[in-house]
């Protein structure tokens, strides 16, 4: 008989947790496991075409990121309960929670259904959480209290939770630090892609990029022969995009010294940060383009000569295995799982976090190098294919689900 595998995750729009759920739903063994996906909203007007097409999705009117102290958290008690009549009505033999506020949500929800009633539940569920990057990290942009009181949080939920997975063995290794759960709860399953991805090829990649621009920014900077610098990612804190644009800024100030023609910078994403970047930008004078996602952005991966991440936290990111699986050479900050993926100077540059002259002199490197670069990129490639396939993912994420019925 089929397993229920009921997936939550605090909202639809496209990111790293939200692919993870997609990917997990759509790829289980369908012999096994039947798949249902629970989401949160409302979706932001920027996040809309963005948002992923859920067929077997029921939408979570109380779920969402928003946090009102002050009403005593109203809309949290009200999320609780509408998950715990869903739960109800869905009997779902496993219920596998994603995101900081939908793992604890679901893991109290979990636990009052699960409480006796005078009509007892023909239904045990196991409560699986996944962790994309513990949003405690100690190099996470979170006061003392804040950082402390998410770490509070995690706890209580663990006690409901019977497994934790942990997407690098950083998270693994900071759950055990900070005492989130026994040893015995928690697993490392790496995150994993089809490494046969579609890309548009360079002359195509470059071609798109530049007709998304207003045309009164298309400048000489854009001319397709010059070398691009590229990332792609959500424009919050903890992707810390203003190292990369010092490091932009700091490039550029150089090529225009020495009269030569400067590299082309651009970011793919949205985000609350995204107005503050760009104000930023242009003050300190980096000449940097900001375009608008579309869900599929890693289609123009192969597009730029070098791929970025400055991130502050991350999980195990699915941008920069993709990034890999086309080839890129790329630099990245030291931080959360990457390590477990980037070998310095082997599959990618890995530099300190907050520093853009670490940065800019990798970028600058690779740049001056293209022998070394095409040799990083290959690298990564391969990287990717022998350690991070989607097959790999799916398989031990099966085995933790059995192992828990």
């Known amino acids: 008989m089929k397993k229920k595998v009921v997936y939550i995750i605090t909202k639809s729009d496209v990111g790293g947790a939200q692919k993870y759920v997609n990917d997990l739903a759509k790829n289980l063994d369908k012999n096994q496991f039947e798949t249902k996906i629970l989401y949160g909203g409302p979706v932001r ?32 008690w009200l999320a609780v309960f509408e998950l715990v009549k869903i739960y109800k009505k869905e009997q779902p033999d496993i219920i596998h929670l994603n995101s900081s506020k939908a793992g604890v949500i679901g893991s109290l929800a979990a636990s009052i259904y699960k409480t006796p009633h005078p009509k007892p539940h023909t ?18 942009a979170l006061s003392w209290p804040v950082r402390w009181f998410y770490v509070f949080l995690h706890k209580f939920a663990a006690l409901f939770q019977d497994k934790i997975i942990c997407v690098s063995e950083y998270d693994y290794k900071l759950a055990v630090r900070y005492g989130i759960a026994p040893k015995e709860k928690l697993v490392t399953v790496h995150n994993g892609i089809d490494p ?45 995009y203003e190292t990369l644009i010092r490091a932009a ?78 080839g890129l050479p790329i630099v ?66 099966e085995d933790v689900y059995k192992e828990n019925l």
Do not use: C
């Not at 067929?55 to 928003?66: E, P, V």
């Open 332 to 397: 990245v900050t030291e931080t959360g799982g990457i390590p477990e993926i980037i070998k310095d100077h082997e599959n990618g540059l890995m530099v300190s976090q907050k520093s853009p002259e670490q940065l800019a002199g990798a970028i600058r490197g690779l740049i001056a190098n293209s022998n070394e670069a095409k040799r990083i990129g290959e690298e990564a490639k391969k990287a990717v294919k022998e350690k991070f396939e989607i097959t790999k993912m799916i398989s031990e994420t």
């Open 45 to 76: 007007d920027e996040d809309k075409l963005r948002a992923l097409a859920i067929s077997n999705g029921i939408k979570l009117k109380w779920l969402s990121n928003k946090i009102y102290p002050w009403l005593l958290f109203g809309n949290d």
């Open 249 to 326: 800024a700091l490039i550029t100030k150089e090529q225009r010294n020495r009269e030569t023609e400067k590299p082309v910078f651009i970011i793919i994403g949205e985000g609350p940060e995204r107005e503050k970047l760009k104000s930023v930008s242009r003050r300190i004078k980096a000449d940097l383009f900001f375009i608008e996602p579309t869900g599929e952005d890693y289609k123009y991966l192969k597009a730029f000569d070098v791929f970025v991440m400055s991130s502050v936290k991350e999980g195990l990111p699915y941008t920069l295995l993709e990034a890999m699986a086309a």
């Open 196 to 240: 046969n991805i579609k890309f548009f090829n360079k002359a195509e990649a470059r071609k798109e990029i530049i007709k998304k621009l207003n045309p009164q920014s298309t400048t000489h900077n854009l001319q397709p022969d010059l070398p691009w610098i590229g990332s792609i990612g959500r424009l919050v804190k903890e992707k810390n």
């Open 123 to 140: 239904l045990n569920p196991k409560v699986i959480f996944t962790a994309h990057g513990w949003v405690f990290n100690p190099t996470n």
